[in-house]
C-alpha cells in the first residue's frame, strides 16, 4: 500500500500540506526498503530519514502554533509528544527485529492515527492560521 495526498488530507495551508505530502513519501520509502529487501542499510536509513522527518514536521507545526497563539496549541503538542514516542518504538522493532508481519501492522497503524490527526486537528489548525 503507498500513502498519497488526497483531497480529504489537504489542510489548505501549503507548508503543511507540502510537508504532509514529504512525509507520505518517506513511509513509501520505509515500505519499498522492506518489502523489496534492499538490505539493511536501506532500511535503516528509510527509518533514521522517517523519524527525522516527523520531529522536524512536528516541530515546525509547533512554531507556526506558537507564532500565532493557537488556543489548542498544549493539546496538540501533547498528541505530537506521544506521537513520536509511539513512532520510535515501532522504527525500534522494525530496526531490531526486521520487518515482520506485526511490525508493518504496527507501523501502517500508527501512518493511520497520523491521518486521522491530519484530517482532524491538522485541518483545525489551518483554519485557523488562514484567519489569525
Ligand atoms: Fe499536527
Known amino acids: 500500500m503507498r500513502y498519497e495526498m488526497t483531497k480529504d488530507l ?20 520505509l515500505l519499498d526498503a522492506c518489502s523489496k529487501g534492499q538490505g539493511r542499510a536501506a532500511m ?3 527509518i533514521q530519514f522517517l523519524v527525522n522527518y516527523v520531529d ?4 515546525n507545526e509547533e512554531r507556526l502554533q506558537q507564532s500565532k497563539n493557537y488556543p ?12 513520536k514516542k509511539e ?14 508481519v506485526t511490525n508493518l501492522g504496527k507501523l501502517n497503524g500508527h501512518v493511520a492515527v497520523l491521518l486521522n490527526h491530519i484530517r482532524v486537528e491538522d ?10
Request: charged share 25%.
Open 10 to 29: 489537504e489542510t489548505g495551508n501549503a507548508i503543511i500540506d507540502k510537508e504532509h505530502k514529504e512525509l507520505f513519501d518517506a513511509v513509501n520509502r
Open 44 to 46: 535503516d536509513g528509510a
Open 56 to 59: 522536524k514536521h512536528f516541530a
Open 72 to 83: 489548542g496549541m498544549a493539546a496538540h503538542k501533547a498528541f505530537h509528544t506521544s506521537y
Open 87 to 100: 513512532l520510535r518504538q515501532i522504527a525500534n522493532h522494525i530496526s531490531t527485529e526486521g520487518p515482520s
Open 123 to 132: 485541518k483545525k489548525l489551518s483554519a485557523f492560521l488562514k484567519q489569525a
